[in-house]
Structure formats: structure tokens, C-alpha cells
């Protein structure tokens, strides 16, 4: 029998680049290792020669992308004594809270908005057992909350303003260009607080740079938190587009919104947390925003579930819907190389998955003579 090690997450993956310790206790649930999967179908039904893949973040542990962030954030909070992490969200950062706070033993208090999340996220962060504070207001109200609160409790932010969650979310991007053998001619991500889009171009940046590993010197993203020199580029790097709802698009607007609405709950945040950095990003990188409707952003979700077999929630499908149109419209060229990040599991939000799913479901008698007619009905 061929053995192979144990795959324990992406601290232990990539030591060498995260600001980790010989002795650190890591909190680890074995995210990150995530599918780069390529789609099959989608070109064909657009007619468009492109190499496009979705990075699955929702087959991380708790079913997102924050698991990434969370495991820094966590294993630093420990490291550094706290007994007690504490964030603002719209869902999936309160559920990585919960899970990984119940792993380390420590107490999670997590403010959502009440009726705003999705039902799976609620779920979790009520089987892990955090603290849920329900408030009447939206993201960015609890955000300030939090902020606020922290100034004068005994408590850890674990929002992606923690430096730590950023250097988590990086390793997105390094298993990316191992796998291609390059990074991507474009990356597409939904974008809610734009920690996650700032996370892959530190990753990216850091890997193509040419001063190596184990370099020190401050980067203008995280103060010195990462291995990102600045130094010259050796490797290509992408270029960074940020798809938001188009209710929910402070990037669009140029400006904070104050009542953000989408169908897209994860991304329903008006103003962002890393504003300064993501136009930063969107600049060194030659990317650029935009906005999807609710409408197209379910018609990606359907579409990738029907004909790739990927079940994202719908923020998610931000990233491949923006990035569709792009293509047909010719801003991003054929024969270009592009990831799509699908942030969250479909799981997540079955009921937004129901209701627009169209309801391919049939009652009939428990017979076999049903179930003939069906099939035949079925395949006609
Ligand atoms: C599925 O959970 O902000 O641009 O509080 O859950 O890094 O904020 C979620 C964000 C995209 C946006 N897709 O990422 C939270 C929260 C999904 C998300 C985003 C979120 P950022």
C-alpha cells in the first residue's frame, strides 16, 4: 500500500509563508486543498474558446472560503491568549467562528442580521454553540458594532480587518498556480468586504515575486504580516476582477451605500472593510469591478449546478456570472486562462435554492406503473 500523509490544512501546508511558529498550537479543521475544477460545458453553450475553472471553496469544512481565514485567526487569538473571538456577518464568517472557536475550546459571539442569513449558516452557528446576537440592522451596522465593543471587552475580531484572516485566504492563490503551473490570466471574485480579493492578490504577488520565501520586509497590504517583498515579479500574475450585486455595489457607486439589498445575502454589505486595498488591487493588477443583477446571479447558479454539477450559493455565482458576460462580450479575450472562486456551498441557502430551481418534482402514486410513466414522460 502506497502511503501518503495526512493532509492536516493550510497552516502546516504552507509554514514556511504564514506567520506561524515552531510551537504554535494550530487550530485546523483541514481546510483549504480545495477542487480546481474545469468547466466542460458552460464554453460550449457560450460558444466561446475559454479555459475557465471554479475553485470550490465550498468543500472547505464549514462549507466556505472564510475556513481559510478562520484557521489563522483562530490559532492566532489562542496563541495570543484570548478566550473569547467575536465578529459581525452575513453568515459563513459566523459559521468558521463557531466551528473553529468550538475546536479551540474558546467562546465565539457572532452578530447577524436578523432574517438576512441563510438558513445552513444559521444552523451552524447554532450546533457549535456560539453566542448568536440577532440584530436589527444589517452587516455594516454590526460591523461598527463589533469594532466598537472590541475597544472595551476581552475579545478577538476574527472579521477579515484581523490581519490574520488575509494571510489564511492567500493559500488560495498558491494552490491555484500549483496546480495550472501559473496563475491564471484572470481571477473573478464576488466581492462583499473585499478581504477576499486582497487576500488572492497577496498570494499572488507573493508568489511570483522573486525574492523568495522567507522574506520579512512589510508589504503595503498586511504590515509586515505576510512574505510579499514588493521585490521584482517573476511569474505572471492576473489580472483581478471583482463582480458585486448590483444593489449591493459600493465598488460601482465609487462610494458607500447605505442600504444595501441583494438575493445574494453573503454579499449584501455596503460598506466595504478593505476599500483603500481593493482599488489598489483592481490597480496593480489592470482588473476591474462590476455589477451583476439578482437575476443573472441565479442564472449562474443554476446554470453551473445543471450543466457543470457545482452547487454554489449565490454570492458565489457573482464571480461566474460577471465573468460570463465578460467573455461573450469580449472584455476578457478566447484563449484566456480563467478562475472563478465560488465562495460558499449551495447548501448554504436551500431555500433561495428552491424557490428558483423551478421545481422539477412530481408527486405520483407509489406504483410502478407511476414510475413507468414518468421515465417515459421524463426522457420525451
Ligand atoms: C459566499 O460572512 O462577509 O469580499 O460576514 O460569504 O471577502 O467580504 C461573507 C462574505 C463572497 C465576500 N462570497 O467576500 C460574512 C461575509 C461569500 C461570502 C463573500 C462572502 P469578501
Known amino acids: 500500500m502506497h502511503f501518503r500523509p495526512r493532509y492536516t490544512g493550510l497552516i502546516e501546508r504552507y509554514r514556511d509563508r504564514l506567520p506561524i511558529h515552531d510551537d ?30 471554479v475553485k470550490y471553496e465550498g468543500l472547505n469544512p464549514t462549507g466556505s472560503f472564510k475556513d481559510r481565514g478562520m484557521t489563522m485567526a483562530v490559532t492566532k487569538a489562542v496563541e495570543a491568549g484570548s478566550r473569547a473571538i467575536i465578529c459581525a456577518s452575513t453568515g459563513n464568517t459566523s459559521a468558521a467562528a463557531a466551528a473553529y472557536a468550538a475546536r479551540a475550546g474558546i467562546t465565539a459571539f ?32 454590526g460591523m461598527q458594532l463589533v469594532k466598537d ?58 508568489y511570483s515575486s522573486a525574492s523568495g520565501d522567507h522574506v520579512t520586509a512589510a508589504c503595503s497590504y498586511c504590515n509586515g504580516h505576510c512574505a510579499y517583498a514588493g521585490g521584482a515579479v ?11 450585486a448590483a444593489g449591493s455595489a459600493p465598488f460601482m457607486r465609487g462610494a458607500m451605500v447605505d442600504n444595501p439589498e441583494t438575493v445574494a445575502t453573503a454579499i449584501r454589505i455596503g460598506h466595504p472593510q478593505s476599500w483603500e486595498q481593493a482599488w489598489k488591487v483592481k490597480e496593480e493588477s489592470g482588473g476591474w469591478f462590476d455589477e451583476c443583477s439578482d437575476e443573472e446571479i441565479l442564472a449562474a447558479q443554476k446554470l453551473l449546478a445543471e450543466k457543470e454539477g457545482v452547487f454554489c450559493e449565490p454570492a458565489s455565482a457573482t464571480s461566474l456570472a460577471g465573468a ?44 410502478l406503473d407511476a414510475v413507468r410513466k414518468a421515465i417515459l414522460d421524463g426522457m420525451a
Open 24 to 53: 504554535t498550537r494550530i487550530i485546523s479543521l483541514g481546510e483549504g486543498n480545495t477542487p480546481l475544477i474545469r468547466l466542460s460545458n458552460i464554453p460550449r453553450v457560450i460558444g466561446k474558446e475559454v479555459d475557465i475553472y
Open 110 to 141: 457572532v452578530l447577524i442580521p436578523e432574517g438576512k442569513i441563510a438558513m445552513g449558516k444559521l444552523a451552524q452557528a447554532m450546533m457549535h454553540g456560539s453566542i448568536v446576537l440577532q440584530i436589527r440592522g444589517n452587516f455594516d451596522a
Open 149 to 206: 465593543v472590541a475597544e472595551q471587552a476581552p475579545v478577538t475580531i476574527v472579521n477579515s480587518i484581523n490581519p490574520f484572516r488575509l494571510q489564511g485566504q492567500k493559500t488560495a492563490a498558491f494552490e491555484i498556480v500549483e496546480e495550472l503551473g501559473r496563475a491564471p490570466d484572470y481571477h473573478c471574485l464576488p466581492v462583499g468586504n473585499a478581504g477576499n480579493i486582497t487576500a488572492h492578490w497577496i498570494g499572488y504577488c507573493e
Open 234 to 244: 517573476v511569474g505572471n500574475r492576473p489580472k483581478m476582477i471583482g463582480y458585486q
Open 324 to 367: 460570463l458576460r465578460d467573455v461573450k462580450n469580449g472584455k476578457i479575450p478566447e484563449g484566456s486562462s480563467i478562475v472563478c472562486t465560488l465562495t460558499g456551498h449551495g447548501l448554504k441557502d436551500p431555500d433561495t435554492a428552491i424557490q428558483q430551481s423551478g421545481g422539477n418534482v412530481h408527486t405520483i402514486d407509489a406504483s
